[in-house]
């Protein structure tokens, strides 16, 4: 392995970005995200930072149902992320579409239809454990020798 | 003012705060046992009554299901030898909110899940149910297919479905005189078929279910 990516591997397991976005949650889920944030589960200590900006994202969480604005935004956003970059769904309304998903509702679930979603983190919502641990267990697979494995 | 100087110079340039600034973590986080998360099976033995699945409030949360109980992630337990086929409740994580609704509800104690039984047994509470049929006569074709399908009519009219003119005015709901007409709410069981059954999403069952404090026997 070479040195440059020893280095990059280094660098990548102590600054993971992550941004969310919500297509069309409760807002359930996006508060236990905000509540890793607080000292009580202080994911900057792991290396992890928040962002609202994809550009500077390397992980995308995503929380919601897919409603019908979203159909065409979030492959957009998903472009936006630059490589390597993986992305999450936070809770059951990805996954499943959980509550939501009923007859004559319009929502389209699950994300993955949309997007290629890595890892899945059920809950309603997760607790913040779950998706630090999700982030954490996810972060060095993807990002660990990325361009050895490219080649 | 010097004093407060120095006083933050020793406080802040020890070797003990420095360390502690640039490398402390928080405890590693576990889920406290009180957590109430995914309901597990107790061992207890299930009757197949579908309470659970009839309050779970998402759309395929929990299903009764004849299962080996090693197959559906749960803890075998030695009541029952290992591996002989059962019902069981499936709890299927990706659906289910973890609300304890079914654990709450279920007559037997089949289900676990954080404290919830315990404190169902400290406050003493419980659910009722009951159910209301709304049947949109608009879209109505008066097929009867739900009727047919009803459960409920098929333990009090076994003829309905070879096509037999109802003999039975018992019977949950009937298409007479060009109408289909609800007879007895109070026998549904919501259990949903005839929604399914129903080719025009015509027939709406609507649960209404109560939680209600039971007052203490001694009183
Ligand atoms: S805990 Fe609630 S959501 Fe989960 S299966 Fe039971 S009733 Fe359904
Ligand atoms: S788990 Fe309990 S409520 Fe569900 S079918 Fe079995 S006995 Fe009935
Ligand atoms: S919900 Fe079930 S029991 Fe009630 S009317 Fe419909 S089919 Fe019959
Ligand atoms: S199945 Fe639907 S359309 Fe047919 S009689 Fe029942 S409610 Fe009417």
Not at chain 1, 69 to 79: G, M, P, V
Not at chain 2, 22 to 38: G, M
Not at chain 2, 134 to 148: P, Q
């Amino acid at each position: 392995m070479s040195l440059l990516q020893q280095i990059k591997n280094k660098v990548r397991s102590k600054s993971i970005h992550v941004t969310f976005v919500d297509v069309g949650s409760c807002n359930g889920c996006d508060i236990e995200v905000l509540a890793c944030l607080a000292p009580r589960y202080d994911i900057e200590q792991y290396g992890i930072y928040v962002h609202n900006n994809p550009r500077e994202a390397d992980i995308l969480l995503v929380m919601g149902v897919m409603t019908p604005q979203w159909e065409d935004k979030l492959r957009i956003l998903w472009n936006k992320i630059p490589d390597p970059k993986v992305a999450i769904a936070v809770g059951n309304c990805p996954i499943s579409g959980c509550v939501f998903n009923r007859r004559e509702s319009y929502v389209d679930p699950p994300v993955s239809k949309h997007i290629p979603i890595a890892a899945e983190v059920p809950g309603c919502p997760p607790r913040p454990t779950e998706i630090l641990n999700a982030i954490l267990s996810l972060a060095p697979v993807v990002f660990r020798d990325y361009e050895e494995k490219m080649k | 003012m010097n004093l407060s100087v120095i006083w933050y110079l020793r406080e802040f340039l020890s070797f003990e705060w420095v360390h502690k600034f640039l490398f402390v973590k928080t405890a590693p986080l576990t889920t406290p046992p009180y957590f109430r998360d995914y309901p597990l099976l107790t061992g207890k033995e299930c009757t197949h009554c579908l309470a659970c699945m009839m309050i779970c409030p998402v759309p395929g949360g929990i299903e009764v299901l004849m299962t080996r109980e090693d197959a559906c992630h749960l803890p075998v337990t030695q009541s029952r030898p290992p591996g002989s086929d059962t019902w069981n409740p499936v709890i299927y994580p990706g659906h289910c909110i973890r609300c304890g609704l079914c654990v709450e509800v279920c007559p037997e104690g089949v289900l676990m899940s954080g404290r919830v039984i315990e404190f169902q047994f400290i406050d003493n509470t419980a659910f009722t149910s009951t159910f209301q049929l709304e049947v949109d006569h608009t879209l109505c074709m008066r097929c009867g297919n739900c009727s047919i399908a009803c459960p409920v009519n098929k333990e009090v009219d076994p003829a309905l479905g070879g096509g037999a003119p109802p003999s039975s005015m018992e019977s949950v709901m009937l298409v007479t005189g060009g109408e289909l007409k609800i007879l007895n709410e109070d026998k549904c069981t919501g259990c949903k078929t005839c929604e399914t059954a129903c080719p025009n999403m015509a027939i709406r069952v609507v649960r209404q279910v109560e939680g209600i404090h039971q007052e203490d026997e001694e009183e």
